[in-house]
């Protein structure tokens, strides 16, 4: 079957639903964006962006298809362990789940007009603050729909 509409939202869901039924981030929070303060200080992911141009073309006759090419951003924080290397380390424990999660997964190529889904980028940063160190990563996911 074919999309008529952007499948951002699904994504997005499809995505969450499978990062909290992974063993591996029990513990974790997953969210499909911000939730503020009511994690203070935990290991948290979330979606912070859907972004990306839609490309409908004007110049043919009957119903356009059209192009939805758009990027989840992964946010991952990771606060409350004792050292700039533990805080680290754990992050990185968590981008690579996600990352083989995403590997062994298809779901997302099953969503109506979905061409493809793949991880283009991904950064780590840290920082300290008074509370101990905290690390943030992010994993840009880019998924390309074709809609009728």
Sequence with gaps: MTATTSVRWQATKQLCALLRSAPALTGVTVEPGWPGDRVPAAQLIWIDELDGPIVVPVMTGGRKQRADTFTLSLQIRVIGLGTLDETMSRLFELVAVVENLLADDT????????????????????????????????LILTIETRLL
């Design 107 to 138: 779901s997302l190529g099953n969503l109506d007009g979905v061409l493809s889904a793949e991880l283009t980028n991904g950064r780590q940063t840290s920082a300290m603050f008074p509370e101990g160190p905290t690390a943030y990563g992010e």
